[in-house]
Nanobody, 124 residues
Framework: QVQLVESGGGLVQAGNSLRLSCQVTGRTLSSFDVGWFSQAPGRERQFVAATSWVGGKKIYADSVKGRFTISRDNLKNTVYLQMNSLKLEETAAYYC?????????????????WGQGTQVTVSS
């Protein structure tokens, strides 16, 4: 059974950084496309970034380009999201998701497996 466990969330001041981790168990990460999504209270889940296992392609939401970096370590079966210059409005629960496809996707309903989420709170 595939399981995803996020970690690394917390309280951070605006302008500072956090690195989120997503540990995948049950399947080899190299067979998955993995994405990160955020969800603030009362709002829909939003795409943040994704990485494919074919060619290492990475895609980002326009709002995070140049500040966030997604990376993966297939040996550790872990995907990371480095978030720099965090903004107040990026306070949300962050979820990693995976799907058995070599291609990246920014659509939440195309992902088959989800973690429980990790909370990121950005303060002023």
């Amino acid at each position: 059974q595939v399981q995803l466990v996020e970690s690394g969330g917390g309280l951070v001041q605006a302008g500072n950084s956090l690195r989120l981790s997503c540990q995948v168990t049950g399947r080899t990460l190299s067979s998955f496309d993995v994405g990160w999504f955020s969800q603030a209270p009362g709002r829909e889940r939003q795409f943040v970034a994704a990485t494919s296992w074919v060619g290492g392609k990475k895609i980002y939401a326009d709002s995070v380009k140049g500040r966030f970096t997604i990376s993966r370590d297939n040996l550790k079966n872990t995907v990371y999201l480095q978030m720099n210059s965090l903004k107040l409005e990026e306070t949300a629960a962050y979820y990693c998701a995976a799907r058995s496809s070599p291609y990246t996707s920014r659509w939440a309903d195309e992902y088959d497996y989800w973690g429980q989420g990790t909370q990121v709170t950005v303060s002023s």
